[in-house]
């Protein structure tokens, strides 16, 4: 009786092309994780159950920190063009094309409108630099000194003319800012008669998360 | 195993005690594939982390804001907490001038003021016929941002429907004086 032998076919699996579509993968997560800009201000926000992530577009974050300083930053290169346009008029203060567009591509700022032009003729590495900008001035002694006020105004009107749909606010504080400075933003923005908003935090671990709407009153 | 066959010039022959390995050199990849996924999962999942987390806050009207302090709703509802300095607060039920609880200084956290928060959520549907606890968060010049956060994100624990964030009245802060509370 001879036995049939069933030939054993090899169990070797060639991995060169498992490699190469994982090194793709890769190399595509890689790049899309997009470069950020350096904050202009570092803060360190307190953390908190929350999950609910910032929403992608049409978002205004101030940020609170380094003793007060007030900056503020909008998402869409569009929102801040129209943005600028409106602030130039209020100023009364004439932006080239170049300066218009430079300014689009800024993530975040700090300074008050006289010094706009000099910020935006800088470049990302020198903006960057600790301590260079003061803040976004906010006293209310006149109607124009209040130009956080007016910014936030202005992005509000950029979004709702551009897209028609209302501009968030969210408020980035560092921890250890006491609450008065953090309460002048909030002021400014119920002047607006703005009474929702978020504060924006990391997670805190060790507790489940509750969400749970706050009622309007 | 993938195989990378190599150039087996001058392999040494096999008298030798230590055998050159250059013939036929098969390169398992097996272990290449898995660091490229870990590293995959890795930066997928950072991006996502990357973007910080909003926590929603509703303040109340400014121009109504007076009205607030009258509070039309029954006192023994209402549970005031104060943001004092130095991670401190000071609770307490009713009004500042005739408290129902009188005003008690906790620490933020589990034991403190979540204890305090649990046991009022349970007393108040008890004694009023199953209406809800309001809650009134009053920081003082000297809480700090971190301790907002930490008493908003109590409200969320605790699972507080009714809140909202107001003005510190003077006698408040001069209660919050005499006691040492606030930092200066």
């Known amino acids: ?217 | 195993m993938a195989e990378l066959n190599q150039d087996s010039g001058g392999g040494k022959k096999g008298g030798g005690k230590v055998r050159s390995k250059k013939q036929g050199g098969r390169v398992d990849l097996t272990a290449m594939v898995d660091l490229a996924f870990l590293l995959i999962t890795f930066f997928m999942l950072t991006t996502s982390l990357n973007k910080p987390n909003a926590m929603d806050v509703t303040v109340p009207d400014k121009n109504k804001e007076n009205l607030e302090d009258r509070l039309e709703v029954a006192d023994d509802r209402t549970t005031t907490i104060l943001l004092a300095g130095n991670n401190k607060l000071v609770w307490y039920s009713g009004l500042f001038d005739d408290p129902i609880e009188g005003p008690e200084t906790v620490d933020y956290g589990a034991d403190g003021i979540r204890k305090v928060l649990l046991r009022r959520l349970e007393e108040v549907p008890q004694r009023t016929n199953g209406e809800q606890l309001i809650v009134v968060i009053r920081p003082s010049d000297d809480a700090t941002h971190k301790n907002l956060v930490d008493i908003l994100d109590e409200m969320k624990i605790v699972n507080t429907q009714i809140f909202s964030l107001g003005t510190i009245q003077e006698v408040e802060n001069e209660f919050l004086r005499q006691h040492n509370l606030l930092s200066n």
Not at chain 1, 136 to 151: A, C, G, K, V
Not at chain 1, 163 to 181: H, V
Request: charged share 25%; hydrophobic share 40%.
């Open chain 1, 1 to 217: 009786m001879a036995r049939a032998k069933v030939k054993r076919a090899s169990t070797v699996i060639d991995m060169t092309a498992m490699c190469d579509v994982s090194f793709l993968l890769l190399t595509f997560f890689v790049l899309t994780a997009t470069a950020r800009q350096p904050e202009a201000l570092e803060v360190d926000t307190p953390a908190s159950v929350t999950q609910v992530k910032i929403p992608d577009d049409k978002l205004g974050m101030v940020t609170v920190g380094d003793g007060g300083k007030l900056f503020f930053g909008v998402k869409g290169p569009q929102i801040r063009t129209r943005m600028l346009e409106i602030m130039s008029e209020k100023y009364n203060i004439q932006f080239s094309e170049e300066e218009v567009a430079r300014f689009s591509l800024m993530e975040e700022f700090g300074v008050p409108m006289h010094n706009l032009k000099q910020l935006i003729a800088m470049d990302m590495e020198q903006r960057a630099t600790r301590g260079l900008q003061p803040g976004i001035p906010n006293d209310t002694t006149n109607n124009l000194s209040n130009e956080m006020f007016h910014w936030i105004h202005s992005a509000r009107t950029a979004t709702a003319a551009l897209y028609n749909e209302q501009m968030r606010i969210s408020i980035k504080g560092d921890a250890n800012e006491k609450y008065p400075d953090i309460k002048k933003v909030i002021d400014i923005l119920q002047d607006q008669n703005l009474n929702r908003f978020s504060l924006i935090t990391k997670l805190k671990g060790g507790i489940e998360g509750i969400e749970v709407e706050p009622d309007t009153e």
